[in-house]
């Protein structure tokens, strides 16, 4: 062999060798394999619309001198002949009020607290299971913006903490806050006086201290025949009086929405529906379908749904955007990209120690970018929760090992 072919061998097994071992820390280092975690899912089919909310509703008129203090929040029910306000002299009187009730509140707590005696007889864990459950309704319940069940929720978890402290020894009794507090109590009482009118209730029901003028315009008595022009056309009257608030005096009230014929078609009298909405304090909502009225033309119709959750924000809700749950749908979510075919199944790949495994999956639900499979099956077959699923790669197939 002449010196150029020896060099030219040599210099060949080199190029191999560099790209065997070139080859090799690729592989070791870069994986191929783009994978998701398969987790647990729920979706929907629904009809996105503009529910417009319809109640038996009297607007509360009132005329007085002097400041107006509730007695109620929005939601709260209240009985015939019942206070829903109190005229008062000056702010500071109205807010006074205020304060006396929450300083009642407090004074009987700790009132309960102290007459408690038998600590052996305390669950401790029990105790510590009741703060926490109360700290989370405290939590949730201002995140949802529903302030009225917050100052509830703030009163039993202050509560609570306060009758943990004397059954673990912290504090032996809440003698000196009982007088602070019975001092303030006396003092408030003082600066609040005597009311100088009130406005009670002729009807018992929903008080809700919003008058928007639609009160007589959205009424239940034609809800069978509203059609989608009517909905349409619908305006708040100009005048409301001296209306200070009004009562909601059916524990049942509608939600009425236009939609396309062809999505009224899915909807029946007397289904039992879901919708989904916007607000904090109930997502969802169970309704009923109450009428499907079809406009003259064929092209669009109003559903009218029936619904008896109420809530402060709910009382004071006329109109938002809701969804119409027609299916719900519960499985494993994975990427859209992993779902594939292998002898006529339909299935994914999912990564099993070293190597890759077909799974052949049931789909329930499919999107643009994920699917929804069924979980295994009784015999341990099938796609399982937070298996890694194969979204993307090459050359796959049953059984191949990977690095």
């Known amino acids: 062999m002449s010196r150029f072919g020896y060099n030219l061998f040599k210099y060949g097994v080199l190029l191999l060798l560099a790209v065997f071992f070139g080859y090799q820390i690729y592989a070791s280092v870069y994986n191929p394999l783009t994978t998701g975690t398969a987790i647990h899912y729920e979706a ?28 109620l929040s929005d939601g709260e029910r209240v009985a015939k002949g019942g206070v829903i306000a109190r005229f008062y002299d000056s702010e500071a009187a109205s807010l006074a009020t205020t304060r006396i009730a929450e300083l009642t509140a407090q004074i009987a707590d700790i009132e309960e607290i102290q007459s408690y005696n038998d ?103 034609g809800l069978s025949k509203l059609t989608p022009a009517q909905l349409d056309a619908v305006k708040p009257q100009t005048d409301a009086g001296q209306g200070i ?44 379908v109450e009428a499907v009225n079809v406009s003259d033309d064929a092209d669009r119709a109003v559903v009218v749904f029936s619904c008896q959750e109420m809530n402060s924000e709910l009382a004071t809700l006329r109109s938002g955007p809701m969804t119409i749950v027609l299916r719900e749908y519960e499985g494993l979510r994975v990427s859209s990209a992993a779902l594939r075919v292998l002898d006529g199944k339909t299935g994914v790949y999912v990564v ?45 197939y049953d059984g191949k090992i990977i690095h």
């Open 119 to 221: 600590l052996s007889a305390a669950d401790i864990d029990l105790l510590n299971a009741r703060v926490d459950a109360a700290l989370h309704t405290l939590l949730f319940t201002c995140s949802a913006g529903d302030f009225r069940n917050a100052a509830e929720a703030e009163e039993s978890l202050r509560g609570l903490l306060n009758r943990r402290q004397i059954v673990t020894g912290e504090a032996e009794n809440f003698n000196t806050l009982l007088s602070q507090l019975q001092t303030e109590l006396a003092e408030q009482r003082k600066l609040a006086a005597n009311p100088r009118g009130q406005i009670t209730s002729d009807r018992t029901g929903y008080f809700v201290s919003l008058v928007d003028g639609y009160e007589q315009t959205l009424t239940p008595a």
């Open 352 to 396: 099993s120690g070293t190597q890759v495994k077909f799974v052949p999956v049931e789909v329930l639900y499919s999107t643009g970018g994920y699917i929804l499979c069924s979980d295994e099956d009784k015999s341990g077959s099938g796609l399982r929760l937070y298996d890694e699923v194969v979204e993307k790669g090459k050359g796959l």
């Open 44 to 71: 929907y089919d629904g009809i996105p619309v503009t529910g417009v909310i319809i109640r038996d509703e009297t607007v509360v008129q009132g005329s007085g001198t002097g400041v107006l203090h509730y007695a």
């Open 245 to 288: 608030g009004k009562i909601v005096s059916d524990y049942t009230w509608y939600i009425a929405a236009a939609v396309p014929f062809s999505d009224s078609l899915q909807m029946h009298t007397g289904d039992a529906l879901t919708l989904k909405t916007a607000l904090k304090s109930s997502p969802t909502l169970s309704v009923r």
